[in-house]
């Protein structure tokens, strides 16, 4: 019988993890789709009761409802319950429902697949304080990464995040910009200078010094100003498509106990995405 896995979230037509898991099925020779599907702010139980209904075996949760899903499961891994987000759920033999956060796990795979193991003593920069700070930052302390400082426009809530990760600290914008040469992973976490989001930079990256590793996690657009500024400046630099596709080679691991492609799949997405902005 075929199986079959969804992304819910709103919105959603932008999802590029359906073509990427339908890819990786074929590739493995599996009997199994996936499909986006919207589910409004509100709609998350009665979604959720339709997919168990309907025999999906296992989904990814996105925006708005990677908190709000956390009351449904019955089992949350670590990282889940640490960033109080969930994006990957999966289906028991029984129907218990177990949530597990693969994010932050997904961008150590990226920084080692682009930058190898041995920057694990470098100071880490990192920018925001959201989930995906949150998730990043737990998983590159449980990898042995660090120190870590954290820094955002609202620093009550960069201290927020920091009070949560042993050993970490906090900057303002401002000292952060002043210090970069500090840092050699610098990771920028915010939506500031996403395609159809806010524009410019959520700090100036010019102090950043030769070889640096500075990490965007955006990959719409496919090169951001703050990282267009911090190549010029002779930072090493990447966006976020390895994140993005670790992430999902988590997630269809916890559903098939297979590890897919990633450095196939992160070429072909990058060159789907230059094609785009090729042809607008």
């Known amino acids: 019988m075929k199986k079959w896995f969804a992304v819910i979230g709103d919105p959603i037509a932008q999802s590029m993890s359906p073509g990427m898991h339908d890819i990786w099925f074929k590739e493995n020779g599996l009997d199994a789709t996936y499909v986006p599907i919207h589910a409004k702010r509100g709609q998350l139980e ?3 009761t339709s997919l168990r209904t309907l025999g999906c075996s296992g989904w990814n949760v996105t925006v708005p409802h990677k908190s709000d ?15 109080e987000a969930v994006n990957t759920v999966t289906v028991g033999q029984d129907g218990e429902l177990s949530g597990f956060n693969t994010d932050g796990i997904g961008f150590v795979a990226a920084l080692e697949e682009q930058y190898g193991t041995h920057r ?41 995040v920091s009070d949560r990760l042993p050993g970490s600290s906090v900057l303002s914008i401002d000292e952060a910009q002043m210090n970069l ?12 200078g996403m395609a159809f989001a806010d524009s410019g930079m959520p700090l ?18 496919i090169e951001t100003q703050f990282l267009t500024v911090a190549k010029e400046r002779g930072a090493l630099i990447s966006n976020g498509i390895g994140m993005f596709v670790h992430q999902g080679a988590r997630s269809f691991e916890q559903w098939t106990g297979i590890y ?21």
């Not at 899903?69 to 960033?83: C, F, G």
């Not at 990898?143 to 009550?156: D, E, H, V, W």
């Not at 196939?264 to 042809?279: F, H, K, P, S, V």
């Open 260 to 280: 897919p492609d990633t450095a196939g799949m992160i070429d072909r997405l990058t060159q789907q995405l230059e094609d785009q902005y090729a042809n607008k």
């Open 46 to 48: 009665e979604i959720i």
């Open 181 to 192: 040469s500090r840092f050699g992973i610098v990771v920028q976490t915010t939506s500031v």
């Open 120 to 160: 694990k003593a470098d100071e880490i920069l990192i920018i925001g304080s959201g989930g995906a700070a949150k998730g990043i930052a737990f998983a590159l302390y449980n990898s042995g990464y660090g120190p870590i400082t954290f820094t955002n426009r609202t620093l009550a809530n960069a201290q927020l």
């Open 204 to 221: 100036n990256p010019s102090n950043v010094i030769p070889g640096t590793a500075v990490i965007d996690i955006i990959y719409n657009p």
């Open 69 to 83: 899903i956390l009351t449904i499961l019955s089992h949350v891994d670590e990282a889940a319950k640490h960033m």
